[in-house]
């Protein structure tokens, strides 16, 4: 795939066609690929909540949650310690 979000855009087009089961699947390809960047921001832009009662689309954003967790605990611990500099508020608490 040559953009990024293609995934999201076709995970889109299957689930708002009622394709379910092909959706959930192109959606864990991607993530089991290392997607997960703006799966969370396009939930509902993209009209992926029609899938939020499935139990497979519920473990993916546990597993994307989860990922960026971890991402932002190795954030904190890289200030704490020094090996980087401390992250502007606006990228830490963007709201």
Known sequence: MTYHDSAI???SVYALSGQDKIAITTL????NRGGATSLLQ???RHGLDVLQDEPRYQSIL???NKRL???KANLSRWEAS???PPLPR???DPR
Request: net charge negative; no cysteine.
């Open 90 to 92: 606006e990228v830490t």
């Open 69 to 71: 967790s971890e991402q």
């Open 42 to 44: 396009q939930h509902i």
């Open 9 to 11: 855009h076709d995970t």
């Open 62 to 64: 546990y597993t994307v």
């Open 82 to 84: 020094g090996e980087m």
């Open 28 to 31: 864990e390809q991607w993530v």
